[in-house]
Each structure stands twice: as C-alpha cells, then as structure tokens.
C-alpha cells in the first residue's frame, strides 16, 4: 500500500535524476493511493452493512500500510505501538467516515494524529529529563526521543539552542560554553532558562 506523504521514496535507481521520471513516478504512486483511497471506502461501506468478510480484509490492509506509515517515521517498538493505537482508533471511529468523502483522507488524519500523539508524549518526557539535568538510560526509547528533541530544539532561539544543547546535552560547564559561544555566565544561564520555559510551553 502506498501513502500520500511527501517523504516516500520508490526504492528503484532507475531514472535517478530525471525531472521526467520523477514526475511519473509521483503521477503513479498518487494513482495507486487514489485506488486503495476507493477500495477501502467501499470496504468499509461494506463491513458498516454487516459484510464481516470486507472488514477483515480492510483490516488487514490498513495493518500492512499502517506498518509502512509508522515504520518510516518511527523506531521500532513505538511504530507498533502506534500501529495498533491507529487500527484500535479506526474501529471505534469507524461510523464518523462519510461515504461522500475520500477513506484516504479520513484514514491518514487517524494515523497522524495517533504519530503526533506519539511524539508530543516523547518530547514532554525529554523535557521534563532536561530540566531535571538526569541522564538518558532508557536506549529502547532514545532514537525517538532524540527526533522529537531536536524539532523541539530547532524551533528555540539559536542561542537558546546552542547553550541547551551543550550544557545539558553534552554535559558541558557553563564557563566552558560561555567561551565557546562569547556569552556571559550571565546570559548563558539566562538562555538555558529561558530556552527550557519555551520547551515547556511548546509541549504542554
């Protein structure tokens, strides 16, 4: 099954480099998604007038594309519990899809919302580490705590940024980032409180 993110990418080198056959490519994935766009709404019309048989088919197909979603964005076990968090979703939200409209849509809003969950729960967890200044232990979750950080950190100001990152992060003193940033101890400490309000704001 193919999604509609921008971040795909077909597998196969050929035409690497050809604005051409970029285009076709995007033309026949965007295709191919408008296909299971419509096979999935008629499933789901289906199972909603009492045909088991196409609600388990739909759910098996939106488990394998649901592993392909999750399996790009997240690390493995948060794309499986994701996963799951979404299939559970569909089922219970299953009478809100509207036949008018395209399943696509309805089924992508389900797995983005249950993506952005995921992180925003992440990130207020690396937060809440940071301010406390207690070191990472847990590694099963530390690949994708580190993507929720850093788009967290890059919406701060750089300076706010930098200092965080080397002082809390990589456990470097203050006079020691204050003469590598031409900050003051001042103004270094400042930042780090400042920088650390604004992640709280930004997460909660």
């Avoid at 197909?61 to 399996?71: F, I, K, M, Q, V």
């Avoid at 940024?161 to 400042?190: C, F, M, N, P, Y």
Wanted: glycine share 6%; net charge positive.
């Amino acid at each position: 099954m193919l999604s509609n993110s921008k971040d795909d990418r077909n597998s196969s080198s050929q035409g690497c480099g050809d604005p051409l056959r970029k285009e076709e490519l995007k033309a026949a994935r965007w295709e191919m998604w408008d296909e299971c766009s419509e096979r999935w709404g008629r499933l789901m019309i289906a199972a909603r007038e009492g045909d088991s048989r196409a609600y388990e088919q739909l759910l098996r197909e939106l488990d394998h594309w649901l592993r392909g979603y999750y399996g790009r964005r997240l690390p493995h076990p948060a794309a499986e519990d994701a996963r799951q968090e979404a299939l559970l979703a569909i089922h219970a939200k299953r009478h809100t899809f509207a036949s008018s409209r395209p399943f696509g849509a309805w089924v992508v809003a389900i797995a983005r919302y249950k993506w952005i969950d995921r992180m925003r729960d992440t990130a207020r967890s690396s937060a809440l580490s940071l301010d406390e200044n207690i070191a990472v232990e847990d590694h099963e979750g530390s690949a994708i705590s580190a993507v929720a950080l850093d788009q967290l950190l890059a919406r701060l100001k750089p300076a706010q940024e930098s200092v965080i990152r080397l002082v809390k992060l990589k456990g470097l003193s203050i006079a020691h980032v204050s003469d590598a940033t031409g900050q003051s101890a001042a103004l270094v400490k400042i930042n780090i409180h400042r920088g650390l309000r604004k992640l709280a704001a930004l997460v909660s």
